[in-house]
């Protein structure tokens, strides 16, 4: 199983980045995935997380009406569409898969799989 991360950079505030995780090693279609952010000197923060089947999505307060999760099973590939973006969206992304959707969806405990993570920096 291998997920690598990408799409990451310096925006300033106001802007817009969208991530993208490419998977491979697995059965994409079944599934599901979340994105985790991570601070300096921060725990694991929740971002959003997509059922396999792609018809459920959630997301973490801070992010709610900025952010989109979605996925192309096509292209084996997980985005994030970060706008609006703020200096407090600052940390490393990490993209996470797991065959099980957990009702804790929002513990990064629940996902087996990760990527090595991208930088987004949010910055005037």
């Known amino acids: 199983v291998q997920l690598v991360e990408s799409g990451g950079g310096l925006v300033q505030p106001g802007g817009s980045l969208r991530l993208s995780c490419a998977a491979s090693?697995?059965?994409?279609?079944?599934?599901?995935l979340g994105w985790f952010r991570q601070a300096p000197g921060k725990e694991h923060e929740f971002v959003a997380a997509?059922?396999?089947?792609?018809?459920?999505?959630f997301y973490g307060d801070s992010v709610k009406g900025r952010f989109t999760i979605s996925r192309d099973k096509a292209k084996n590939t997980l985005y994030l569409q970060m706008n609006s973006l703020k200096p407090e969206d600052t940390a490393v992304y990490y993209c996470?898969?797991?065959?099980?959707?957990?009702?804790?969806?929002?513990?990064?405990?629940?996902?087996?799989?990760w990527g090595q993570g991208t930088q987004v920096t949010v910055s005037s």
């Open positions: 997509i059922t396999w089947s792609g018809g459920n999505t």
């Open positions: 996470a898969a797991d065959l099980y959707f957990s009702d804790n969806y929002d513990d990064p405990g629940s996902f087996l799989y």
């Open positions: 090693g697995f059965t994409f279609s079944s599934y599901s």
